[in-house]
């Protein structure tokens, strides 16, 4: 079965950091572009970030530039999202999603409150 | 603001044929394919169109896509009551050299 799980969603302090991971298992990972994508709660879809097959090009919306990290290791059919400098503003469900964004995973809730 | 613009809401009865809009530029749907996306209450979104009009494997013909110019449309015909949830429109923005999604229209059905 193709699927993506993620984890690492937490409650964090404003400013602090967190590692999110995301698992993929049923298709060949290394074959594919990979997004993150993050719902705020009770709003629409905003897209984070991406990154290609080699790991080599990486894409980020504006918001999160400098401050987030995407970063895959092919090997372990993992991706994997670096979040530093957080704000309260980054509080959302954060989705993993592959290439065309036709598999998503179940998403890891990242709060960030004092 | 999102640069993929969606009416909040539709609303239709059983039975009923809406129609789903979505407006854009030239440096995204009017220069790239664009995808539908369906999000049920409580669920992770689920790609149910991409390329402007290519249904996904199991999404029934009730649902269809179509796009001219700077814009695209999701018709859904027969419309029933699992049908409600929120839609999403999203394509690649040249300018941004970033994805874009619309802002969602929530569908209910009557």
């Known amino acids: 079965e193709v699927q993506l799980v993620e984890s690492g969603g937490d409650l964090v302090q404003p400013g602090g950091s967190l590692r999110l991971s995301c698992a993929a298992s049923?298709?060949?990972?290394?074959?594919?572009?990979m997004n993150w994508v993050r719902q705020a709660p009770g709003k629409g879809l905003e897209w984070v970030a991406s990154i290609d097959q080699d790991g080599n090009l990486e894409y980020y919306v504006d918001s999160v530039k400098g401050r987030f990290a995407i970063s895959r290791d092919n090997a372990k059919g993992s991706l994997y999202l670096q979040m530093s400098r957080l704000r309260a503003e980054d509080t959302a469900l954060y989705y993993c999603a592959r290439r065309n964004f036709d598999i998503w995973g179940q998403g890891s809730l990242v709060i960030v409150s004092s | 603001q999102s640069l993929l613009i969606q009416p909040p809401s539709v609303s239709g009865t059983p039975g009923q044929r809406v129609t789903l809009s979505c407006s854009g530029s030239?440096?995204?749907?009017?220069?790239?394919?664009v995808n539908w996306y369906q999000q049920l209450p409580g669920m992770a979104p689920k790609l149910l169109i991409q390329?402007?009009?290519q249904r996904l494997s199991g999404v029934p013909n009730r649902f269809s896509g179509s796009k001219s110019g700077t814009s695209v449309s999701l018709v859904i015909s027969g419309l029933q009551s699992d049908d409600e949830a929120d839609y999403y429109c999203g394509t690649w923005d040249s300018n941004l050299n970033g994805w874009v999604f619309g802002g969602g229209t929530k569908l209910t059905v009557l």
């Open positions: 030239s440096s995204n749907i009017g220069s790239l394919t």
């Open positions: 390329s402007n009009d």
């Open positions: 049923g298709f060949n990972f290394s074959n594919y572009l």
